[in-house]
Nanobody, 122 residues
Framework: QVQLLESGGGLVQAGGSLRLSCAAS????????MGWFRQAPGKEREFVAG????????YYADSVKGRFTISRDNAKNTVYLQMNSLKPEDTAVYYC???????????????WGQGTQVTVSS
C-alpha cells in the first residue's frame, strides 16, 4: 500500500512558476513509476508527466513539454513537478500517482493522491 500526498498548488499569474511535491508513505517508493495527471472542470483526467523507477527516463504530454519537469528523490520518497511558463489552460487539479508498470495511461496506475489545485490567472 502506498499513500500519496500532494502539495504546492496555488494561484499564480500567467508566465509564473510553481513546484508541486508528492510525498509517498511506505518503504517501496523506489519500486513504483510515478506520474502526474490533471483534471480541469468538465474535462477528463489527462496525463501530464511520468518518471521511471530510477528517475532516468521521463515522459511528457505535448502540451507541457519544455515547460514542466518531473523529477524524483527516492531517498525522500518524493516526486516533484516543476511548472514554468504557466498558462491559464494549465488550471486544473493536479494528481500524483504510483504504479508498478505505468506510463501514460491513468488505468496503469495503482495509487492516487487527493490532488492539489493549480489556478493560473491571465
Amino acid at each position: 500500500q502506498v499513500q500519496l500526498l500532494e502539495s504546492g498548488g496555488g494561484l499564480v499569474q500567467a508566465g509564473g512558476s510553481l513546484r508541486l511535491s508528492c510525498a509517498a508513505s511506505g518503504r517501496t517508493f523506489s519500486s513504483y513509476a510515478m506520474g502526474w495527471f490533471r483534471q480541469a472542470p468538465g474535462k477528463e483526467r489527462e496525463f501530464v508527466a511520468g518518471i521511471n523507477l530510477s528517475g532516468g527516463t521521463t515522459y511528457y504530454a505535448d502540451s507541457v513539454k519544455g515547460r514542466f519537469t518531473i523529477s524524483r528523490d527516492n531517498a525522500k520518497n518524493t516526486v516533484y513537478l516543476q511548472m514554468n511558463s504557466l498558462k491559464p489552460e494549465d488550471t486544473a487539479v493536479y494528481y500524483c500517482a504510483a504504479g508498478t508498470n505505468a506510463l501514460r495511461v491513468a488505468a496503469e496506475y495503482d495509487y492516487w493522491g487527493q490532488g492539489t489545485q493549480v489556478t493560473v490567472s491571465s
